[in-house]
């Protein structure tokens, strides 16, 4: 069975712009959850998704937003892109996104950067 | 923030040592989990432990969880070059969610 996909595997942006990050869950998954890596850093925690309902929100800012498709695929949309955003994005799918009873299998990950 | 604490940052060893890896946690947690992750790529599930066991194994891997301590121990035995990788735990936050990964453990295995 496929895993779970991300595209692209890697973009260059400049400040200021936006990009999308798209996911595609393991067949059977309906909860898809995006976290930002920092160079040197573990994984934080961005969103979450449920059957296309928002479930939960780390502690970013609104430029970053996200949705989630009937086919349970997602994409997470960054606007007025800053330095700082730079990183590895994740992507996590599960049967439920419960982690007290789901494993989350992530994605290989999308490596931004901003100049 | 984050609430999962590996210890040590960075560890070298040689093929057919034993690696063993800590991670600290500040609140109650449901479960704990373990990743490796090669080369700043995906993250892959190694193993999950729930707040009422104590030991679990699978293949070469055993961890540990001591809730009184807040601590939980990731045992590589027999290590190999393959398993040169960065190792992160990771806890709910209690929200059901959200993981919170550590800053993990670099483990280098020299032949």
């Known amino acids: 069975d496929a895993g779970v996909t991300q595209s692209p595997t890697h973009l260059i942006k400049t400040r200021g712009q936006h990009v999308t990050l798209r996911c595609s869950p393991i067949?059977?998954?309906?909860?898809v959850s995006w976290y930002q890596q920092v160079l040197g850093q573990g994984p934080q925690f961005i969103f979450q998704?449920?059957?296309?309902?928002?479930?939960g929100r780390g502690n970013f800012p609104d430029r970053f937003s996200a949705r989630q498709f009937p086919n349970y695929s997602s994409e997470l949309n960054v606007n007025a892109l800053l330095l700082g955003d730079s990183a590895l994005y994740l992507c996590?799918?599960?049967?439920?996104?419960?982690?007290?009873?789901?494993?989350?299998?992530f994605g290989p990950g999308t490596r931004l950067t901003v100049l | 923030s984050q609430q999962g604490e590996e210890d040590p940052q960075a560890l070298s060893i040689q093929e057919g040592e034993n690696a063993t890896m800590n991670c600290s946690y500040k609140?109650?947690?449901?479960?704990l989990q373990w990743y490796r992750q090669n080369s700043g790529r995906g993250l892959v599930h190694l193993i999950l432990?729930?707040?009422n066991e104590r030991e679990k194994h699978s293949g070469r891997l055993r961890v540990t969880l001591d809730t009184s301590k807040k601590s939980s121990s990731l045992l590589i035995t027999a290590s190999r070059a393959a398993d040169t990788a960065s190792y992160f735990c990771?806890?709910?936050w209690g929200s059901g969610y959200a993981l919170n990964f550590g800053k993990g453990t670099s483990l280098l295995v020299t032949p």
């Open positions: 990771a806890t709910d």
């Open positions: 432990i729930r707040s």
């Open positions: 067949s059977g998954h309906k909860s």
């Open positions: 998704y449920y059957e296309k309902e928002e479930r």
């Open positions: 996590a799918s599960s049967l439920t996104g419960d982690i007290r009873t789901d494993t989350q299998y």
């Open positions: 609140t109650s947690i449901n479960n």
